[in-house]
């Protein structure tokens, strides 16, 4: 297997922290976002999508997108679980995965994307062209912070977000609240529980290492 | 078990077609959306997201995104398989469901939602103050015709989204087609992949019954 990957962006993060949770050691493959290098007609063979993570599987197939990869490696490697252990966990792991990203994730980076001078014509993640609007600045920041509130709020009745395991969820949280650093958002003084939880998850040798 | 549920939106649609794909019968609360049930002090005792469906299981837990519902479910009765049947197919019909919501399902809304009286502030879904924001009802519209594009691309491949077994990608990327009705988005005649795809899967009895 290969990963391409980019050390420097918020999504591949999440698979490289799955991973290493995981203890597997997976060959890495640098796309230079900065340089548009996902845009070449070499990438947009491996991903016509021009997103990173892609994983190549050894026969050639490619999985684009982060639930794909992870649920694809939680399958060749179940333990640790990091997606749930009976059906209710599973699904717990997923609808909280999916509410961090929209409800997170998508408002960190709809914030910095229709800011920042690299992403005028690419506000959001693809080949096609989506011109910056301004008002989305602000109303990603808003959104974000918003999640942050509902996120302390979530975590003061568990030590995880999905109970008392460390799961795919709390990876995606933990990237999206770091992520949440390039629009100059930090955790509130306040918000004690997901400050706690947020130390504490950063801790971790597949985080920290 | 019972299904909230509101039979005139698209995202429990998902919910319903699953449901009758397994050939399961849940009872169906309704919350009318239209009327603004799900801002209700009663509603957000149940899903303080104020978002349906939401499966709630007989010792009360509650399953409250699509995706999660869809899981749970399919670990309850795994036949016929809807989400995949080995690691790779599995990683396919989680990417393709993804990526269908993002580029698809969310862009429809996007066009709709910003445009509607009903939602000047509720842009998004959830129940937060989300403003309308012109400038997207033309975004989300030019995004959903990209959708068209790719997936009428990709469909020329295979007879349904991931492979020749109908799965929880094709549930997602039907609903989206048929909701871009209501931004006034058809398959274009050229699209004929897509058009072919779209009245095969309409006719099976869990989408035409």
């Not at 203890?23 to 976002?33: M, P, Y």
């Not at 599987?57 to 252990?85: K, S």
């Amino acid at each position: 297997m290969k990963l391409y990957d980019c050390t420097t962006a918020p999504s591949p993060r999440r698979t490289r922290i799955f991973i290493a949770e995981k203890g597997l050691d997976i060959e890495s493959i640098q796309v230079d976002l900065r340089k548009g290098e996902q845009f070449s007609d070499e990438f947009k063979k491996i991903n016509p999508r021009c997103t990173v993570p892609v994983l190549e599987l050894d026969d050639g197939t490619t999985i684009t997108e982060n639930i794909g990869i992870a649920c694809y490696l939680e399958e060749l490697q179940p333990r640790p679980a990091l997606m749930g252990q009976n059906p209710a966990e599973k699904a717990d792991v997923l609808s909280w995965n999916s509410r961090i990203e929209f409800e997170g994730l998508f408002a960190v980076a709809e914030s910095f994307r229709n800011h920042a001078k690299g992403f005028k014509e690419h506000a959001l993640t693809g080949p096609n062209k989506i011109t910056q609007i301004p008002e989305l600045v602000m109303r990603g920041r808003e959104r974000t912070q918003y999640f942050f509130v509902e996120l302390d709020k979530h975590l003061g009745g568990s030590e995880y977000i999905c109970g008392e395991q460390f799961t795919l969820a709390d990876i995606t949280a933990f990237v999206t609240v770091d992520f949440a650093g390039w629009i100059k958002l930090q955790i509130d003084a306040s918000q004690v529980n997901l400050k706690r939880w947020f130390e504490q998850v950063s801790h971790r040798a597949s985080i920290s290492g």
